[in-house]
């Protein structure tokens, strides 16, 4: 009589759920996604009515649905106790239920990521009472780890308090039945914790067995352990934290503004006034030809995490894509919150074949090239755009480690008067950062195909844990 259905955003690493009771034909929507038609489509198709849209926590990775839900369906938005919203909000408690029918949901405040986190426990009632099915625990639980307590999002309170909230939300979690399957809202891929598995689904039982975070230990252990090594937060979260608190317009109204078809003499005039040009396309097609001063963020990666690791909320932004792929690119800018797209570019590419004065290329080069002009002079410099981390583990001998996010701000760390190389894992990340040092004026600079994993698959040396070179 239960339906419990995950939806899950691989670009985001985001799920969202929905659960419906059969017989009442009630529904409820848990974390959802901005762009709300799955939900919709598939209440259409149940025969259901969403009554509830329930937040688990204001989320800093995405802009929550809640908001649409509430315009499109008439749903009810429900969080914790501690939220503070200026939409209209019904606030739950330890205890407090939400009936469906023969499905029954029970609060836990489980804080500790962010104040105000909730997880819900479902009961199918045709089956028991007291055993829940399920516990749907947002961001406090997560397949393998838990939600870091240090993002910014959680204002006003420490990473130390909220690490001892998360200790005994964990320890309230542990006690649930081993059978009760784990939902949570974030996979492999998130920024949200540090060590997220692959699976979408566990049960209590295993988490117990192989979930770091879940072992006994002492809340001072449990402390170091969480806060250590965590990846460094994009800085759209503390943004997007605070947009999921607030009234604000729906995807839909946003949408109507941003798809604007721009002229070339459009998007260069607005260039010229600030606004920042993001080719979406891949990266081959992007450095076989772009437009000055573009950067490239290709929709086949983690698009909408780097567009708002790089891009302004607060500046206009001019999409350039393959025709017919613009409203996919604004959407997905629309999820994170980036509501200031000002149009793309009429025809794509094609628009600048009478203006070859605009378009620029970036060049490629491959590892076993690659490898023969470092025995030439003079030497590239090589600037890896990986993680710290990723770098340690292993990296090319001299080569320079600037993160993506941060190769603006250390571009005067990367010489003009000899070539540049730009690497990184697989390809996706140095595309970005060519793009970036192109934009920023270099002209001698070029992409590593394939990245690292190209540059160990061709057999060539590397080196691991060593300093960074001066030369």
Known sequence: MMVLKQYYLGCLAHASYLIADERTKQAVVVDPQRDIEQYLRDAQEGGYAITHVVLTHFHADFLAGHIELRNRAGARIVMGARAQAEFDVQTVKEGDLIELGDVRIQILETPGHTPEGISLLVFDRTRSDVVPHAVLTGDTLFIGDVGRPDLMASIGVTADELAEMLYHSLNKLRDLPDTTLVYPAHGAGSMCGKNLSTETVSTVGEQKRFNYALQPMSVDEFKRLVTSDQPEAPDYFVYDAIKNRQERPDLDATL??????????????????????????????????????????GLQGKYATWCGSLLSHDRPIVVIAEPGSEEEAVMRLGRIGFDNVAGYLRDGMAALEPRPELIRVISRITAPALAEQLTESPRPFLVDVRSAKEWQAGHLARSHNIPLTHVRDRKADVPQDRPVVVLCEGGYRSAIGTSLLAEAGFTNVSDLVGGFSAWVASKLPTESNGPVSSS
């Open 256 to 297: 109507r503004t941003s798809l604007t078809s721009l002229s070339v003499d459009d998007v260069v005039r607005m260039k010229s006034q600030g606004a920042e040009l993001v080719d979406v396309r891949d990266a081959a097609d992007f450095e076989g030809a772009h437009l000055a001063g573009s950067i490239n963020i």
